[in-house]
T-cell receptor, first 111, second 111 residues
Framework: KQEVTQIPAALSVPEGENLVLNCSFTDSAIYNLQWFRQDPGKGLTSLLLIQSSQREQTSGRLNASLDKSSGRSTLYIAASQPGDSATYLCALPYGNNRLAFGKGNQVVVIP | DAGITQSPRHKVTETGTPVTLRCHQTENHRYMYWYRQDPGHGLRLIHYSYGVKDTDKGEVSDGYSVSRSKTEDFLLTLESATSSQTSVYFC??????????FGPGTRLTVL
């Protein structure tokens, strides 16, 4: 099974600073990688899906990169805002479309 | 949100009682999943389905059963609820692209 690690577990940044969130995984033979956002008490919202053939994927202020050889993905959030405060999770599929999740990066953007 | 609803959204029950949670989707996706989310453990897969009447166990399936008699509905049953099953339960579907989308969750408390 794929092992997924997200470090740090929690971080705080001042508003306007760029956010860099890291996800590492053990098996580089991946099909895709997905980033989610979760607000407190809410469900998961899909942010970006990167296919294994892609190096990066962008959506607005979000950019996710993928380096399969090193087993890493990075989520960049430009010019952070207080509304970006949430927990960000990365996930990768293994066996029959199941997902292995990291435990998340809990982000607080300080106004 | 891929047309996923979960019911009930909140439930309080007593130890030893049976509980059934329902996940309903409107877009005819083949793959459906049940996860639980607990502090310190993250998201863990309970059971999943890859078609009508086709289901399989996830990593934390003990004490749970599932059924899928129609494409749109995936039921999770706790035959005899225990306090360790107090959790937030999420249903998800998988698009053909591999991207997963989650329902809003059910908060279950077992007293």
């Amino acid at each position: 099974k794929q092992e997924v690690t997200q470090i740090p577990a929690a971080l705080s940044v001042p508003e306007g600073e760029n956010l860099v969130l890291n996800c590492s995984f053990t098996d580089s033979a991946i099909y895709n990688l997905q980033w989610f956002r979760q607000d407190p008490g809410k469900g998961l919202t899909s942010l970006l899906l990167i296919q294994s053939s892609q190096r990066e994927q962008t959506s607005g202020r979000l950019n996710a990169s993928l380096d399969k050889s090193s087993g890493r993905s990075t989520l960049y959030i430009a010019a952070s805002q207080p509304g970006d405060s949430a927990t960000y999770l990365c996930a990768l599929p293994y066996g029959n479309n199941r997902l292995a999740f990291g435990k998340g990066n809990q982000v607080v953007v300080i106004p | 949100d891929a047309g996923i609803t979960q019911s009930p959204r909140h439930k309080v029950t007593e130890t030893g009682t049976p509980v059934t949670l329902r996940c309903h989707q409107t877009e005819n996706h083949r793959y459906m999943y049940w996860y639980r989310q607990d502090p310190g453990h993250g998201l863990r897969l309970i059971h999943y389905s890859y078609g009508v009447k086709d289901t399989d166990k996830g990593e934390v399936s003990d004490g749970y059963s599932v059924s899928r008699s129609k494409t749109e509905d995936f039921l999770l049953t706790l035959e005899s609820a225990t306090s360790s099953q107090t959790s937030v339960y999420f249903c998800a579907i998988s698009h053909k692209s591999g991207e997963q989308f989650f329902g809003p969750g059910t908060r279950l408390t077992v007293l």
